[in-house]
Every structure is written in structure tokens, then in C-alpha cells.
């Protein structure tokens, strides 16, 4: 290894001031890598000695990132058709930022490709990027000459409005370079103007890209193929073979044939430089790449393309009914064929793992698929999609039908229709029943109600949280009950106001063992009667009927014992002919009235001429003396202390 050192250094070794010591440069070798380096004397006369010294290991850096460049808000700003964008040289440190080939702009919303860079610069620099109005993301990269990113710096969005100064001419773009590409013609162009300057914004919109087949032809709408819209940046774009060249005969790009390219600056009114610019490079011819260029596999580019192993796994484009089909590892499983006619369809068998995110049609016919987010359909913006399902499960839907259930803008309901809740925000509701029939509403507002059909109250019953409830006539306020005639009050204090009892019949529990049964007397007359047992004798009554009103106390066989009438008698009516009547007193000393024989005192017989009354402090008696035909003899008063 030593003589392979040996010529280097006679190459590339100089030596400083008395020769002790040379600096030397060794280029091209690996990064991460270790060398060992041996020296040895190399005298005045150009001879070398003869031992080489011991080994000294040198290891060659490995490849990092750079570090990542500062980028203040301030670094970027809208204008009127276009934004600036400066960068200081620094790192988001504030520290020089060396080891790198250059710093680029990445722009992410359209027209700009987000795949790529729109402007880079080895140096820092302040630089003018033309676009629509619109707002635009914009953030920077550094990149060594290794192809290594830093991490992306911060990011700023910035507004660009539209052109307020009038529109300029269009400047003469500087020529770009053509070249053949793999199946096409590949256009590159700096975004300058001729001599190298910037162009004014101003006064571009686009560069025309035409092909022609002759140096001399004319461009043309008909031979316009791309614009490139990179003012003072690096443009880029391949023209593929099959792509139309002449849109009037139908010409298309194809292999074999010599191209010629020019390119033509617009302004924003659409009005052209004139002066179109050829492409240095010219003719391009796009050849067919042959077999032998291909390390493995296999490539036919006749009637079709196929990469992959003839027989096995492989994918397919044809200009066929399927134009992409890839196959399995059998060779005949279609894993994934696209099918072409007038819309297309994509068939994809078996399973796998897709990632990132999938978009389907666009503006309110879309459906998409991110994992971050979830799925929606029925607009492109995940919160306004009338069908959305989130990443933790989260369902909404504004219609249709789920197990049984059919879900609508404002309520959800049975499919019978028998069951709805609303999602109304003023006053949400549960319902119970068809709206055609009778059914029960529930709501917050409204309380709780029987319809007869639809939004009619059956007036069976309500219960408001507000206003008036009632069920079956009788109307619910505060501690009272009210018929709905507003005759007759039950109050919780216990009275009744009001209340009028026909027909009724109350009865105890024990009526089988003496209980005490109150019921009307007799049919239309006005009675209430106490009685005990299952008939009415031993009774006691009230009733008005036959000109008599009052208090009746009835005996056995319902016969009438004792009347209080409303005009202020008693009378007491003995049982019977020759019955008799007897008033008792503590000791069963009675008075009895006699049927047709008149007034008697006891304890004696009938024949008995004495009357006595009894006292707390003592007796006080009445003596008759009577006749054997009952007449009263005489009839003293005596005062027993």
C-alpha cells in the first residue's frame, strides 16, 4: 500500500520553509472510512529513503445532517404576485452554516410542487418567487454534497395578493437545455432572462415550451407542449413519448424521430415575448432502451412495458383494455389491474397494507381516507362531511339507515316509526308511538303529552314543566286538583270543594265480620245509610223523599224507630201493634210509653205509681198512685238528699 501512497506524494506534496515538513491533499475516498497513512523520507535530489514509517490510521467523517438554516418570519413576504424569501447565511443557532452545498425553498401549495424545490442557492441570498394570488407555506432545507437534508426549518404562511401595478412586457427568457430522458425529452431552464439577469415578475406569468421536428419551425398553440412557471428558478419538465406535438394533425412524440425545442416568456395578460429562444442540445432523438442496459429482468417496450420476471411477479403497460396490471410471485394472479374505457376501474384482490392518505373524486363527491384524521365522505373538509367516522370510532351521520335505525338531519328513529328522537337544539323530544296514531311526546319545553295524531293533544293527560297538566279531566296546579269544569277542588290540606256523590257506594274492608257500609238509600232520591252487615236493618239513614227529611234510626226488618225531622221533632215509634218505647237510664231504670195504655215508671209494672231520678248527690222521685183503670190518683214529689 505504501507504493500506491508513493506517487500521490510525489504528485501533490509541497514543501514549507526548511523542508521539516509538506502539506498534502487526498481526494476521493470514502466518508466513514479508515486509511492508514505510512511516511518516508524524501530528499533535495528527488530520491525517497528506503524504510517506511510505522502506520497512522486516519477515519474520514460520516455522513451527518447539517445543520438546519434560521428562518424568521420576517425572512418571508407576500407581495402582489409573487413572495420574497432571504435567508442570512446562518444556522437556526445563529451560527455560520458551513459544510453544505446549498440551502433550497420549499413551497407546498399549488401551483408549486410540493415534491420539490422551487429555489436553492449555495450562498445566502434574497430571492423573488412569482405566484398567483393565494397563500402559500413556505420553509427551508440545507443539503450537503452528499445529498444529506437537515430537519426542516420553521415554516410561515404568507398571503400573496394580485399584481397591483400594471402588467409589464414580457423579457427574453435565456435559452434552455434539451436532452433525451428515458422515453422522453427532457426541458431544462434557469428562470432567468438572456445575459442571466433576474426576470421582473411583472412581466412574466410562464415560459411556453414548443417542440417542432425541423430547427426552423414556428411556434405555435398547435406545437405548445408545457409552460414552465419558475421566474428566477430552476425549471424542469419531460415530454414523453405518446404526448401530442401538434394538436391540429394529431402528431405525437415517438421514438427515432430528431426534436427541436424553443421557449417563449407571457406576461400575465397572456401577451407573448415574440421572440422565441431555442434550446441548446438540439435535435433530441429519444431512443429505446435496450435490453442490455437492464442489470435484471425484463423490458419490451413494443406493445407494452414489463418490469419484473417473465412468468412471475411483474407489472404490465399496455395500450390494451387492462393499460396496468401487476401480477403475484405465480405469475398469473392479477394482485392489481387498472381497467380502462370510458371512467375506468381500479380491481385490487387479496389484501396488503396501503399507507398514507387516499382521496377519491373531489369538491362534494369525495371520499377520503387519512390515518391521522378518519374516513368522510360528501366533502373535502373532515368537520363539514355529512357521513365522517374519526380514528377513535366517533360516527356522524346526517342520514340513512343503521341496524334497524334510520337516522335523518334532526331525529333518529325505529324503521317502524314508532319510536323517534329529535336532535332539534330548541327543544329536543323522545316519542313514543306513530305520528298517525296515538303516541306519547316527551320533551324538556313541553313536558309530557298524548296526541291524538300529530301535534293534537288527545287531552288523556299533560304534564308540563310550565304551563297546565291534566289527566283524564282533572286539571294538576300547585298542592290542588281541579276538575276541568272547575266545580269540584281537592286540596293537599285535605279539604274538598265542591264535591258532589251520586250512586256511590262505600264500603270497610271487614263488611263479611260487622263492618260499616255506606250507600244511597234509594234510587233517585237524595240518602246516604249506615249500616252494618249485609242488610240495611239496624241502620241509620238520612234521606229526602215523600215529604219527610231528616234523621231515620231504623230496627229489625227495616221499621222505623226513632225521627229527627228538619222542623224540629222526635219521634219515637214503637215496634209494632202494642209495642212499646223505653228510655233507660244508668241502672236500667226505664220509662216505658206503651201502646194504648200511656206512661209508666219502672221498676214496677204497669200498675206501678212511681217515677224517680237519680243524681250525682242523690235521688230525686216522682210518686203517682194510680188506679187499677190507670187513671192517676195523686202525685207527690219527694227530695231524698
Do not use: C
Not at 106 to 130: A, G, N
Not at 411 to 430: E, V, Y
Not at 486 to 506: D, K, M, P, Q
Not at 619 to 639: E, K, P, Q
Amino acid at each position: 500500500m505504501a507504493e500506491l501512497y508513493q506517487d500521490l506524494l510525489k504528485d501533490t506534496s509541497e514543501s514549507f520553509e526548511d523542508g521539516n515538513y509538506f502539506l498534502v491533499t487526498i481526494l476521493d475516498l470514502e466518508l466513514g472510512t479508515t486509511y492508514p497513512l505510512e511516511f518516508r523520507w524524501k530528499y533535495k535530489d528527488g530520491t525517497f529513503g528506503k524504510d517506511w514509517s510505522a502506520a497512522y490510521n486516519i477515519t474520514t467523517p460520516f455522513r451527518t445532517s447539517p445543520n438546519t438554516p434560521k428562518f424568521l418570519s420576517g425572512n418571508v413576504v407576500g407581495g402582489a404576485g409573487f413572495l420574497t424569501v432571504e435567508w442570512d447565511g446562518k444556522d437556526s443557532g445563529g451560527t455560520d452554516l458551513t459544510n453544505i452545498d446549498r440551502v433550497e425553498v420549499w413551497i407546498s401549495e399549488p401551483p408549486f410542487d410540493s415534491t420539490k424545490p422551487v429555489y436553492s442557492s449555495k450562498t445566502k441570498f434574497k430571492t423573488q418567487i412569482s405566484a398567483p394570488a393565494g397563500s402559500y407555506t413556505v420553509a427551508l432545507y440545507s443539503v450537503t454534497v452528499n445529498g444529506q437534508y437537515s430537519s426542516v426549518s420553521s415554516a410561515f404562511t404568507v398571503n400573496v395578493t394580485s399584481p397591483a401595478a400594471p402588467v409589464t412586457s414580457p423579457e427574453t427568457p435565456e435559452a434552455p437545455t434539451a436532452r433525451a430522458g428515458l422515453a422522453s425529452v427532457i426541458v431544462e431552464w434557469s428562470g432567468k432572462k438572456t445575459g442571466g439577469g433576474d426576470l421582473t415578475t411583472t412581466g412574466f406569468a410562464g415560459a411556453k415550451v414548443y417542440i417542432g421536428t425541423s430547427a426552423g419551425f414556428t411556434p405555435s398553440d398547435n406545437n405548445w407542449v408545457h409552460t414552465l412557471n419558475f421566474a428566477n428558478g430552476s425549471n424542469r419538465v419531460a415530454i414523453g413519448v405518446g404526448s401530442v406535438i401538434d394538436k391540429s394533425l394529431g402528431t405525437t412524440l415517438t421514438y427515432g424521430t430528431p426534436y427541436y425545442v424553443k421557449i417563449d416568456t407571457i406576461n400575465a395578460n397572456g401577451t407573448s415575448n415574440n421572440n422565441p429562444v431555442s434550446a441548446s442540445g438540439v435535435p433530441v432523438t429519444v431512443s429505446k432502451l435496450p435490453a442490455s442496459e437492464i442489470s435484471t429482468g425484463i423490458l419490451t417496450a413494443e406493445a407494452s412495458i414489463t418490469a419484473g420476471i417473465s412468468g412471475g411477479a411483474r407489472a404490465v403497460l399496455s395500450g390494451g383494455p387492462s393499460p396496468f396490471i401487476i401480477y403475484g410471485t405465480d405469475g398469473t394472479t392479477k394482485l392489481l389491474e387498472f381497467i380502462g374505457g370510458a371512467t375506468g376501474t381500479l380491481a385490487i384482490n387479496g389484501g396488503g397494507t396501503f399507507t398514507g392518505n387516499l382521496s377519491i373524486g373531489s369538491g362534494n363527491t369525495i371520499f377520503k381516507a387519512e390515518p391521522a384524521t378518519g374516513i368522510w365522505l360528501g366533502n373535502a373538509t373532515y368537520g363539514s362531511a355529512p357521513f365522517r367516522v374519526s380514528t377513535n370510532g366517533a360516527l356522524f351521520s346526517s342520514s340513512g339507515d343503521i341496524a334497524g335505525w334510520q337516522i335523518n338531519p334532526t331525529f333518529l328513529q325505529n324503521t317502524s316509526g314508532t319510536f323517534k328522537i329529535s336532535s332539534t337544539n330548541a327543544d329536543p323530544q323522545i316519542q313514543v308511538g306513530s305520528d298517525a296514531g296515538g303516541h306519547i311526546r316527551i320533551s324538556a319545553g313541553n313536558g309530557i303529552g298524548h296526541y291524538s295524531s300529530g301535534t293534537t293533544l288527545s287531552g288523556r293527560f299533560t304534564l308540563s314543566p310550565t304551563g297546565t297538566s291534566q289527566i283524564s279531566g282533572w286539571i294538576i296546579g300547585t298542592n290542588v286538583l281541579t276538575s276541568s269544569n272547575s266545580l269540584v277542588t281537592l286540596n293537599s290540606n285535605g279539604t274538598i270543594t265542591g264535591a258532589t256523590i251520586e250512586a256511590a257506594t262505600f264500603t270497610s274492608k271487614n263488611t263479611s265480620s260487622g263492618g260499616i257500609t255506606i250507600q244511597e238509600r234509594v234510587t233517585g232520591s237524595d240518602s246516604i245509610v249506615f249500616y252494618s252487615g249485609s242488610s240495611i236493618q239496624g241502620s241509620i239513614e238520612s234521606y229526602s223523599t215523600g215529604g219527610f227529611a231528616g234523621l231515620v234510626i231504623n230496627g229489625p226488618n227495616n221499621s222505623q224507630r226513632l225521627q229527627l225531622t228538619t222542623g224540629g221533632s222526635v219521634q219515637l215509634i214503637p215496634g209494632g201493634a202494642g209495642g212499646t218505647v223505653q228510655i233507660l237510664d244508668r241502672d236500667l231504670n226505664t220509662i216505658s210509653l206503651i201502646n194504648n195504655q200511656g206512661l209508666f215508671l219502672s221498676p214496677s209494672s204497669p200498675t206501678v205509681s212511681s217515677f224517680f231520678a237519680r243524681n250525682i248527690r242523690g235521688y230525686t222521685s216522682f210518686t203517682s198512685a194510680t188506679n187499677t183503670d190507670g187513671a192517676i190518683g195523686d202525685i207527690a214529689l219527694v227530695y231524698t238528699p
